[in-house]
């Protein structure tokens, strides 16, 4: 039986890709900086900034700041890796893995 973390870490994943599809696309526009190429995902620079307005306060020193900007980044690479392996072992495609895993995180928050 597989490892229940790694379930709901996958399906954790599943419902980001869920929810992010609109702006996780994985296209990046003409003239757009890319920042990280995760397989197909394609992170822009102007992407990257718009998560870091929400994540990053007034204030925050510099050193802060980075720090903030280096834990961002390797969160959206690890969650992209993720969404991808999720993808490629179907778990997007089983309504009641996905509804248990909803559960799970309304239970959460």
């Known amino acids: 039986m597989p490892d229940l973390k790694i379930i709901f870490a996958a ?3 599943v419902l980001i890709l869920v929810v992010s599809s609109v702006s996780m696309c994985g296209e990046a526009d003409k003239g757009d900086k ?4 995760i397989n197909r ?7 990257f900034n718009y998560e870091t307005e929400s994540k990053i306060t007034v204030g ?3 050193v802060d700041t980075e720090k903030i900007k ?3 980044l390797d969160e959206i690479v ?3 890796f993720l969404i991808q392996e999720a993808q490629k072992q179907h ?3 089983d309504r009641a893995f996905v509804a248990e895993i909803e559960r799970y995180w309304n239970r959460r928050c």
């Open 60 to 62: 925050v020193s510099d």
């Open 91 to 93: 778990f997007d495609k």
């Open 78 to 80: 690890t969650k992209s």
């Open 70 to 72: 280096e834990e961002l």
């Open 41 to 47: 995902y394609v992170l822009t620079v102007k992407d």
């Open 34 to 37: 890319v920042l990280a190429r």
């Open 11 to 13: 399906a954790a994943v």
